[in-house]
């Protein structure tokens, strides 16, 4: 099983950048596979990775995402084209629709069928990385601009026609595409015992193309953490479960409730939201199950956490994807240092 990082957040602002930096290269050290960073109305996906394409030799940089409302189709391949190049073809493309909340309030941008949306974004990024004229007339995106005098162009970086292109996808719909069209997927809300709730839906996409699930990889977020005192663990990781299921989305659209409900906790998933969004976050929290936490949770004791790590394994999981762990660059690396060899002494063999 790989291992990769994931940096940045809704959040994150740039400060403690030195700290960030020092991460990614401990895990370039460790043999990460590929570092992620993640935007949503903090700082964005893209600059970041031009600097760390400048820090770093070996491990792969990858946008974990570039949300498609942000930027045209046309400027995400100019991108992608870019960072490859400057990065010695070290760049994979993360793809993502985001949410209605960010889509329409910070970007303006419609939100309605995010799915067709999506498709059509991949197949615009798809000629430019192949080095093709861009000219398309799709329900969303029409080029060139009809009635003005633009003209097909094509992009003067050399094209890259393998360059991976990643989504974040949660609904069954979603997942679907994934399968269809895409190198890999960047997994959320991910319970193993219940894998079948976001992997046969990208099987489903991936026989239509005529291809299987062996031939996308599949990336799962992974919130590790090792301590005897598991009941602390469990209090700690509510606050993101509660988050997750109540504030990253509005209260008729959240991708990440929808997908842990359709994997058996929509009664616990239904009343965080509604706590949540009524403001009660407090009870939101205590309200998530400790068995949610556990199941979705690398958490616990370090038996049970190679038990954990097992059960993704056998569900499909080729790489793990981790957050740092810790209030200073020193705990985060340690942290780092010590989820690497765990991982790696229980999947290896």
Known sequence: MKISVSVGSAYYDGSHWSDLVAY?????????????????????????????AA??????????IMQISARTPAATALTALSLAQLSGDRFSLGLGVSGPQVVEGLHGAAFADPVGRLRE??????????????????????LPRPGGE??????????????????????????????????????TSFIPEHAG????????????????????????NAHLAVSDDVESLIGQAKMGMAFALGGMGSATTNFYNAAYSRAGFAD???????????GDKAAAVTAVPDALVLSAYLIGTESMVRDRIRAYAAAGVDTLRLGPHGRTAAEQ???????VDLVRSTTSG
């Open 333 to 339: 690396i340690d942290h780092l240092e010590m989820a």
């Open 197 to 220: 709730v976001m992997l046969d839906p990208i099987r489903r996409g991936a026989a239509r193309a005529g291809r299987s699930l062996g031939d996308i990889e599949i990336q799962v």
């Open 150 to 187: 633009g003209k097909a162009l094509r992009s003067s970086i050399p094209p890259r026609p393998d360059l991976p292109i990643y989504l974040a996808t949660l609904g069954p719909k979603a997942l679907e595409l994934t399968g269809e069209l895409a190198n890999g997927w960047l997994g």
């Open 268 to 278: 616990a998933a239904r009343e965080v939201q509604r706590l949540w969004v009524a």
């Open 121 to 142: 974004f991949i197949e615009i990024v798809r000629m430019g990385l192949r080095g093709e004229r861009l000219r398309y007339a799709g329900k969303h995106y029409v």
């Open 55 to 64: 820090v770093t030799d070996r491990i792969r940089l990858g946008s974990g």
């Open 24 to 52: 990614v290269k401990a895990a370039e050290r460790l043999g990460a596979d590929t570092v992620w960073s993640a935007e949503a109305w903090g700082m964005e996906a893209v600059a970041s990775l031009g600097y760390l």
